[in-house]
């Protein structure tokens, strides 16, 4: 045995987060959030004077 051994490779590897996934993650789980948290989603009417007038709504919930 040398001073130079090293772990066979496959004990090495190790699954490797890349930055693109992290942030991929990180955004989907924010937006996750914040269409439940928020209410931000929902319309109660589209603007206009003929949707003012129909009393229709054209608002759904997530």
């Not at 004990?11 to 928020?38: K, N, Q």
């Not at 004077?49 to 009393?55: E, F, I, K, Y």
Request: charged letters at 25%; glycine letters at 6%.
């Amino acid at each position: 045995m040398s001073v130079t051994d090293h772990d066979p490779p496959e004990a090495r590897r190790t699954p490797r987060v890349h930055r693109g996934e992290l942030i991929s993650v990180c955004s989907a789980l924010l937006l996750l959030i914040i269409m439940f948290a928020l209410e931000w989603y929902g319309v109660d009417e589209m603007p206009g004077p003929d949707t003012a007038r129909s009393g229709l709504s054209h608002a759904e919930n997530a």
